[in-house]
């Protein structure tokens, strides 16, 4: 499997060597980092890495999320915590069809200190949670061993079908359109535009889309605005028409 581990602005050198060595353990190879704090090849990384220094070495470093993503098809965020306007964490066992069935899935974990914001969740089209006793905190690389343990290694019935879905660059310009013609239309404002855009978000994330459906959809959304567009021509000529009437009628 494809499968990709993206680290978002890790801390410390040690943690990413120790999450590069858990992730050859459950052989994943494809090590992505978002804007992080240190030199992912200080001799602490290396060190703590082991067998894994090639991973390392060759690990690629993004500056935002939805670059690491762009060509991801599915992504999933990791959290410990229900946040308010998206879905709760799911089990990584309920998840693992889905990523299994996927051509170029992601796997995502956040900051050391405060796990990934709502922002980063809202980029990944499902969140997990690795099950614990009563002391929930897991250290980066425990995390990744586990979570990737359950994508990679653990026992499953083999998906029904396999489909190409959307890369999230794909789905990330479609939203931004979707948020550009829901402002034009009114059919949101500025206060409300955030969470009216989530609630799209995980409605449409859930249908899987094609590359081919999500330019459908735009196509949609490209005719509401031309509509848009030429109602708006049609009312400034009528109006030009009626005023020059007016003036006709004055100059009689």
Same mark, same amino acid.
């Given at each position: 499997?494809?499968?990709?581990?993206?680290?978002?602005?890790?801390?410390?050198?040690?943690?990413?060597?120790?999450?590069?060595?858990?992730?050859?353990?459950?052989?994943?190879?494809?090590?992505?980092?978002?804007?992080?704090?240190?030199?992912?090849?200080?001799?602490?990384?290396?060190?703590?890495?082991?067998?894994?220094?090639?991973?390392?070495?060759?690990?690629?470093?993004?500056?935002?999320?939805?670059?690491?993503?762009?060509?991801?098809?599915?992504?999933?965020?990791?959290?410990?915590?229900?946040?308010?306007?998206?879905?709760?964490?799911?089990?990584?066992?309920? !998840?693992?069809?889905?990523?299994?069935?996927?051509?170029?899935?992601?796997?995502?974990?956040?900051?050391?200190?405060?796990?990934? !914001?709502?922002?980063?969740?809202?980029?990944?089209?499902?969140?997990?949670?690795?099950?614990?006793?009563?002391?929930?905190?897991?250290?980066?690389?425990?995390?990744?061993?586990?979570?990737?343990?359950?994508?990679?290694?653990?026992?499953?019935?083999?998906?029904?079908?396999?489909?190409?879905?959307?890369?999230?660059?794909?789905?990330?310009?479609?939203?931004?359109?979707?948020?550009?013609?829901?402002?034009?239309?009114?059919?949101?404002?500025?206060?409300?535009?955030?969470?009216?855009?989530?609630?799209?978000?995980?409605?449409?994330?859930?249908?899987?889309?094609?590359?081919?459906?999500?330019?459908?959809?735009?196509?949609?959304?490209?005719? !509401?605005?031309?509509?848009?567009?030429?109602?708006?021509?049609?009312?400034?000529?009528?109006?030009?028409?009626?005023?020059?009437?007016?003036?006709?009628?004055?100059?009689?």
């Amino acid at each position: 499997m494809n499968l990709a581990v993206v680290l978002v602005s890790p801390k410390t050198p040690g943690n990413i060597g120790s999450a590069a060595r858990a992730m050859l353990n459950m052989g994943a190879r494809d090590l992505r980092l978002v804007a992080p704090r240190c030199d992912h090849l200080d001799s602490q990384a290396v060190a703590m890495a082991v067998h894994a220094e090639g991973l390392l070495r060759e690990a690629r470093v993004y500056p935002t999320l939805r670059d690491a993503l762009a060509d991801r098809d599915v992504s999933v965020g990791t959290s410990a915590r229900i946040r308010a306007d998206l879905s709760p964490p799911r089990h990584p066992a309920q !998840v693992r069809p889905l990523v299994r069935a996927a051509s170029a899935p992601a796997l995502v974990f956040g900051p050391e200190e405060t796990g990934l !914001v709502n922002s980063d969740l809202e980029q990944c089209q499902v969140t997990v949670r690795v099950p614990t006793g009563d002391y929930a905190s897991l250290n980066l690389a425990q995390a990744v061993l586990l979570v990737c343990y359950e994508f990679l290694q653990a026992e499953d019935e083999t998906p029904e079908y396999h489909r190409k879905t959307a890369t999230r660059e794909e789905m990330e310009a479609m939203y931004g359109h979707l948020h550009g013609t829901m402002r034009l239309i009114g059919y949101t404002d500025a206060v409300r535009a955030r969470h009216t855009l989530r609630l799209w978000r995980a409605l449409l994330d859930r249908s899987l889309m094609s590359s081919a459906e999500s330019r459908l959809f735009r196509g949609l959304l490209r005719q !509401v605005e031309w509509k848009v567009g030429d109602a708006a021509r049609r009312g400034t000529a009528e109006s030009r028409g009626a005023a020059g009437e007016a003036d006709g009628a004055t100059g009689d």
